[in-house]
C-alpha cells in the first residue's frame, strides 16, 4: 500500500509543503484543472505538475479524475473525437509516467451532498446526504452547486443537460460506457495507465439521472466486460458503504483477488436512515464502516496500490475546500497506517 492524499494544484489551500509533512504521505493524487472537459491535455502541463511535486519530495502517484465529456456518457455523435481526445490524454499521461488514472461515470453530477457544513456536537463540521434534502432540491434552477460539481455551465446549459438525460436508461447509459471502455482501455492498456473507475457517490440513482456504477453485480459487469488489467476500479469505502447491502470485504475480496483494484479511498460514513449518511471521522467507532476490517481485506489480496484518506471533517478553525481540509484527512492517514502497520506485523508474526 502507497499512501497517498490528494492536492487540488495551486489554487488548494493546503500545500504540497504541508502534505509532505504528514508521516508516510509519498503519493499525490492530483489533476489538470485548467483544461476544459473533453481537450487534450498538454504535454507540458503534465510535465510541470509531475516536476512540482516532485520538488517536494513526493511522486504523482494517481491523476483523479480525467473527467468523461457528458456527450461520451450520454452517447451523442460527437462522442467518437472527444473518446479520441480522451484517449490522447491516457497516452500522454502514461508517458509521463502516471500509473493509474480514476474516472467516474455519474451523469452530470460528481458526488453530490445535502449539506456540506453539518455541524456535529464536537463543533466540527461535516458533509451529510439526507434522501428527504436531496429530493426536495431542484438542481435545474441553477442555484445549488457542490465542490465536485462542474460549475461552468449555464442554467440553461445545465437545464438541456437534464432535459437530454430524461431519455437515458440505466440500460442506454450502461451501452454507452461500454462504448467508451472498449476504446479506451486497449489505449490505457498500451500506454501502461491503470483505469480505475470510482463509484457513484452515493451508489444511487439522484434527481431522476441513471447511475449504474454502485454495487458489486454493476461492477463486475464492467470489469468483466473488458478483461483487461487496466479496466480496474478504484474502491470507495465512503461511497460503496452508504449502501448496507454492498459488502465491502465481499467486494475487495472479489476484485482484489483479479487484480482489478487500482486504487483505494478509504473513508468512514454513519449512516443515519434510509439513503442518508453524515461522514464520519476515520475512525470505526464514529461510523458504520470498520476500517480494520476494509484495509484487513487490501492487505489480505496483497493490495500494493496507491490508498487516500479520503473526505475529513473541518476540524480546529480550518476554513477550506469541503471535505478536503488539511487536518481531519491527516488524521484519517495517520490511523490508516496504523492499521496497516498493525495488520502487517501481526500477520506478520512481527517480523
Ligand atoms: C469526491 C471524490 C470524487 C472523485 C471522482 C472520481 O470527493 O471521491 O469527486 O474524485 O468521482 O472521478
Known sequence: MEMTFRWFGH??????????????????????YD????????RETIAALKAQIESHGMKLAVVESVPVHEDIKLGRPNRDQLIE?????????????????????????DWTRSDLAFMLPDG????????????????????LSLPGWDSSYT?????????????????????????????????AEEAGVKMAIHPDDPPWPIFGLPRIVGNMRQLRRLVDHIDSPANGIAFCSGSLGADPDNDLT?????????????????????????????????????GSIDMVRVLEAL???????????DHG????????????GLYDRALGATYLNGIWETIEKMKRGGK
Open 250 to 286: 465481499e467486494i475487495i475480496h472479489y476484485f482484489g483477488e483479479r487484480g482489478r483494484i487500482h486504487f483505494a479511498h478509504t473513508r468512514n460514513i454513519l449512516r443515519t436512515g434510509v439513503r442518508s449518511f453524515q461522514e464520519s471521522s476515520h475512525r470505526s467507532v464514529d
Open 124 to 143: 466540527s463540521t461535516t458533509l451529510t446526504f439526507e434522501d428527504e434534502k436531496i429530493e426536495r432540491m431542484d438542481p435545474a434552477t441553477g442555484d
Open 35 to 42: 483544461v476544459p472537459v473533453g481537450e487534450v491535455w498538454p
Open 11 to 32: 489554487n488548494d489551500p493546503v500545500k504540497l509543503a504541508q502534505i509532505r509533512q504528514i508521516p508516510g504521505v509519498s503519493g499525490i493524487v492530483s489533476a489538470v
Open 313 to 324: 471533517r473541518m476540524i480546529w478553525g480550518e476554513q477550506g475546500r469541503p471535505g478536503y
Open 155 to 187: 442554467k440553461k446549459e445545465m437545464q438541456q443537460l437534464l432535459e437530454a438525460y430524461r431519455g437515458v436508461s440505466e440500460e442506454d447509459l450502461w451501452m454507452n460506457l461500454a462504448y467508451f471502455l472498449e476504446r479506451v482501455i486497449p489505449v
Open 85 to 109: 481526445n480522451y484517449s490522447q490524454t491516457i497516452r500522454r499521461l502514461g508517458e509521463a509516467g502516471v500509473p493509474v488514472v480514476c474516472y467516474n461515470f455519474m451523469p452530470v453530477f
Open 299 to 309: 492487505w489480505d489480496t496483497d493490495f500494493a496500490g496507491p490508498l487516500r484518506p
